[in-house]
C-alpha cells in the first residue's frame, strides 16, 4: 500500500512539468513556429533549386510557408510546422523586409532563394513584458532570436 501511495506521489509530481511541455506559451510558440517555417522555407528553397516564400499577414497573426518532403519537426508532434496562427495575446510590433515596414500591410512576403541567402527581415514580437526579435542573416538566411534593447 506504501509502494502505490509513493508512486502515486512521484507521478503527481511529474504531471505539471509534463502539461507545460505540451503546451507551449504563447510567445515561446510564436517564435518558435517563425524560426521552424523560416528554417524549412531556406531547406526548401536550397533542396529543390527554386525560391521559396514565407508569407505573413500582420492584421491576421498568420504565418505560412513549405517543408521540404521529408522533414521533421524538432517538437513534440514531430510534424513540420508549415502554417502558424499567432496568439491574439502576442502582438506584432515591427515586420521590417527589405528594410521597409511591412506591418501594417495586408501581406508581406520574405523570399528565400536557391544559393542560400534571403531577403532581409526583422519581426519584433510582443507579449506582457516579453519582447523577442527574430532576423534573418541575409547571407545564409538563418534566422537568429534575441531579446531587443529598448
Same mark, same amino acid.
Given at each position: ?22 503546451? +507551449? +506559451? ?9 524560426? +521552424? ?63 521597409? +515596414?511591412?506591418?501594417?500591410? *495586408? ?11 534571403? *531577403? ?22 538563418l534566422a537568429s ?6
Amino acid at each position: 500500500m506504501m509502494v502505490v501511495a509513493i508512486l502515486g506521489l512521484v507521478m503527481a509530481m511529474g504531471v505539471p512539468s509534463i502539461l507545460a511541455d505540451l503546451h +507551449e +506559451e504563447p510567445m515561446r510558440k510564436a517564435v518558435n513556429d517563425v524560426m +521552424e517555417i523560416c528554417g524549412h522555407a531556406r531547406a526548401q528553397a536550397i533542396l529543390s533549386g527554386q525560391t521559396a516564400t514565407v508569407t505573413f499577414h500582420p492584421h491576421e497573426g498568420t504565418v505560412d510557408g513549405s517543408a521540404p518532403p521529408g522533414s521533421v519537426s524538432t517538437r513534440n508532434s514531430g510534424v513540420p510546422t508549415t502554417s502558424s496562427q499567432i496568439d491574439g495575446s502576442v502582438i506584432i510590433e515591427m515586420l521590417d523586409i527589405n528594410l521597409i +515596414e511591412q506591418k501594417d500591410s *495586408d501581406v508581406a512576403s520574405v523570399r528565400f532563394f536557391p544559393n542560400g541567402t534571403s *531577403d532581409e527581415m526583422t519581426l519584433v514580437l510582443h507579449s506582457g513584458d516579453q519582447w523577442r526579435k527574430i532576423t534573418l542573416e541575409v547571407t545564409t538566411a538563418l534566422a537568429s532570436v534575441s531579446t531587443p534593447t529598448q
